[in-house]
């Protein structure tokens, strides 16, 4: 196999192979070809898997391993000529096989290369930053939401059932005194006034006391299952248990037993200083977004769409992959949706575009700024991965080839450049309409007293 020639097309970012797959290559392609389907071939007289090439060739004309061949062989040829040619391949635009036979096969490939890019700016971006300021609200939700995290069930043994209480039930739905599907539950933690179940079910609950076996009558609302639509139900009912909410005081035991903090003022301290910390994070993603986008918009480049469209293809797979570990596929996620694959990767194209662009923006300024890894670097992330995935690290370096890794760790290190050379500044919170129209109306009674006190220094 060989490349015989390299041309640049007219299209931009397209170049033309011309490559030749020598005879006897081509011959060995023809016979894992023919291997692969010899215990398919039956012919008169004889039993399957028992015909020769020749007698199938004689059969079946020579010709008919041709397109099995050459499948084998192909990829091979046009990576093996694209390395020749030192090419930076990102898709393939077509293909078109000019002689096929005992000779060999001679052969057209016309390549989509990655495109030339230009930045017009990518040091010194201008990005803006919100002031963090952390709350006495905010830490106040965090101690309920402690508060109720920790909440206690006292049960209760000397008064009916409440709003608020939590019955433990068995209960068996009816209706024309049939039981239906789905109607059936056993030691069932039902909070009454929570409004989770058939409207006028938890009234009913309500003063009834453990122990006691009563009927709920209740009619099914108008947009349930259409079997039950509208209809009257009973339901048998057995009340095991009442139990009642207790919540704990906030006070130095609750600090110490809910967050390992001494007192409650230093419980109060950890929360802010977590508050504080999630919304510098959620600040440094919102900058990288905006240092993002000015890099998207500097870019100049001609994209081929086969990279877009490859970034589509890539997503859409990601996504079957996570639907397939909750018991789903894309296919029937996009039912569900109400989409054909079509509309659904349309959607998908402006993002997509954005991140091929993203990207060829931080490799680009990876080679003007000569970013490089290391060996030393390359094996410490090889080491990290296989921590993370608790693999091997030879068979992490089989899925990760150290040229796709280097790239991305070097993409990574560019992303560090853009944001050490931004210029942030912290945007002034947006005052109350209110205050606003109080400075405007005191604005003149300060000029004028302002005036006054000048007139009577002059005087």
Known sequence: ??????????????????????????????????????????????????????????????????????DICYPEAVDSAIKEAGLDVVGTKNADV????????????????????????????KATRKKVEVTEEEIQNKINELVQRNVRMIPVEDRPAQEGDIAVIDFEGFVDGVAFEGGKGENYDLKLGSNTFIPGFEAQVIGHNAGDEFDVNVTFPHEYNPDLADKDAVFKVKLHEIKME?????????????????????????????????????????????????????IVADIPPVMIDSEIDNRVRDIDYRLSSQGMNIETYLQYMGMTMEEYKEQMRPDAEHAVKLRLALEKIA???????????????????AAEYQMDVDKIRAILPEEGLKRDMATDKAVEFVRASAKVTTARKPRAPEAEKEEKAEAPAEAAEEADESEAQAD
């Not at 291997?35 to 398919?40: C, G, I, L, N």
């Not at 230093?266 to 977004?289: F, G, H, M, V, Y």
Request: hydrophobic share 35%.
């Open 1 to 70: 196999m060989s490349l015989k020639s390299s041309t640049k097309s007219e299209e931009a970012n397209v170049y033309s192979l011309e490559i030749s797959i020598d005879a006897a290559t081509f011959e060995k392609a023809m016979n894992q070809a023919f291997a692969k389907v010899r215990t398919r071939i039956q012919l008169p007289g004889f039993r399957k898997g028992k015909v020769t090439r020749k007698m199938a060739e004689a059969f079946y004309g020579k010709g008919f391993l041709y397109e099995d061949a050459l």
């Open 246 to 298: 207790e919540l704990p005081e906030v006070d130095d035991e609750f600090a110490q037993d809910a967050a390992d903090c001494d007192t409650v003022e230093d419980l109060r301290k950890s929360i802010a200083e977590e508050i504080k910390a999630q919304k510098e994070e959620e600040n440094e993603t919102e900058i990288k977004r905006q240092l993002f986008d000015k890099l998207v918009e500097n």
């Open 367 to 385: 080679e003007l700024e000569g970013i490089e890894i290391t060996d030393e670097e390359l094996a410490q992330q090889y080491e990290k991965f």
């Open 98 to 125: 000019k002689e096929i036979g005992a000779n060999g096969v001679e052969l057209t490939v016309e390549v989509y290369v990655k495109p030339e890019v230009e930045l017009k700016a990518y040091k010194e971006l």
